[in-house]
């Protein structure tokens, strides 16, 4: 059990880097070609990795035994929904607000989901778990500088928000379906019906999907790429370790995204929101350290 523990925080650790340079490129396309467009094409692009180790799996008889069709596709086309309106929401966000305050407020998706495992699936966590998770959400909340959006300064937080609480969701069905049918296949079905849902978002709001230009290409791929390692290794985290340790850790990429953006975009944190981060890192790392 404790090196089922150990490998889900080290996931969870690389969920964290992979998922905030991921948000942090998706931003510098989604300004320039939209969120719609950027939805799709990142969405696109982490399917096929999965497509491929999913073929390989087949060809290797890999495949998990017992699985449940009827659940994987009744739960998969769910969460596949859940999941493609909280990426239109997130990169929205990411396009008409600021950074480090859609990707901090999203990332509070950890607590819904830590609370749906505490009613759903049982799970129980000690006083000091609850103290650092409760660090890592205020963390969280003041890295966000607590702005809401307002048609003068549209910092995105509502949108945050909403993507907040279906990633929340999507979480915890995440961990029902990957353990009933493994964590590849329940990703290609519920990604591949969010690439559907997301195309016909766009077809429907006339949206614009022509293929980047070179340079766009290689930050999508690069984005795409990097989304598809955080989600695997935090599915699979997730598999191996309870919910309230591995999406703590996950969700707190908002700290690389929020440092890449002050880096190289010039988005400058508060006072008050450089807390905010030093309270997340602090959390993670009290989280990642407890055995």
Known sequence: MEMEMSVGVLLGIISLGSWGV????????????????????????????LLLVLATQAYL??????IDWPMVWKLGTLLGAVIAAAWILYYHGLEVGTVSIVAAVASGWFAVATIL??????????????????????????LSGLKFSSPNNR?????????MI???????????????????????????VA???????????NANLNLPGKKGLYVLIAAGLLNV????????????????????ISAAHAIVTASLAWRFLHERLTGFQWVGFAL????????????
């Open 22 to 49: 991921a948000d942090y490129l998706a931003r510098l396309y989604a300004s320039q070609a939209g969120s719609n467009r950027t939805a799709f094409y990142v969405n696109v692009i982490s399917l096929a990795p």
């Open 61 to 66: 008889g890999q495949f998990p035994s017992h």
């Open 117 to 142: 495992a505490f009613v759903f699936l049982g799970e129980v966590l000690s006083i000091y778990q609850v103290l650092l998770i409760g660090i890592i959400t205020s963390g969280i909340t003041m």
């Open 155 to 163: 910092t995105g937080f509502t949108y945050g928000l909403a993507s």
């Open 166 to 192: 279906l990633l929340g969701i999507a979480t915890l069905l995440l961990k029902y379906l990957a353990e009933a049918a493994g964590p590849i296949l329940t990703l290609v079905v519920c990604n591949s």
């Open 195 to 205: 690439v559907v849902l997301i195309g016909l978002w766009n077809y429907r709001s």
């Open 229 to 248: 390692v955080g989600l695997l290794c935090m599915v699979v985290g997730i598999t191996l370790a309870p919910i309230f340790i591995v999406a703590p």
């Open 280 to 291: 997340t890192l602090g959390g993670v790392i009290g989280l990642s350290a407890y055995r």
